[in-house]
């Protein structure tokens, strides 16, 4: 399977940006797509999830209202919405996979389809 992510680019403080993660190779239909992000010296933390049977979403506290998650089944692909973006939110993501939906989401290791990364960069 092969996650292609895009849509990363530098925005000023405020602004929006799309990001896409299609998948070939296989479908996630029993299981989720999402997002994780890593900056600079840090560890890589979840950002974003989506259970493909139920449609459920799932989001870290700190984009909570301001990131959207969602599919296009049809295209087995994933979309992040981003708004309101801060400087703190400046990371490369990366977009995972999961063929089988796992409580553990938000739990890096538990994805072994990992996207190739996008960088976000926004400026003060």
């Known amino acids: 399977v092969q996650l292609q992510a895009s849509g990363g680019g530098l925005v000023q403080t405020g602004g929006s940006l799309r990001l896409s993660c299609a998948a070939s190779?296989?479908?996630?239909?029993?299981?989720?797509m999402g997002w994780f992000r890593q900056a600079p010296g840090k560890e890589r933390e979840f950002v974003a999830a989506f259970r493909w049977p139920t449609r459920a979403t799932y989001y870290a506290d700190s984009v909570k209202g301001r990131f959207t998650i969602s599919r296009d089944s049809a295209e087995n692909t994933v979309y992040l919405q981003t708004h309101r973006l801060k400087p703190e939110d400046t990371a490369v993501y990366y977009c995972v996979g999961r063929s089988i939906w796992n409580v553990q989401y938000y739990n890096p290791a538990q994805y072994s389809n990992w996207g190739q990364g996008t960088q976000v960069t926004v400026s003060s």
């Open positions: 190779g296989r479908t996630f239909s029993s299981g989720g």
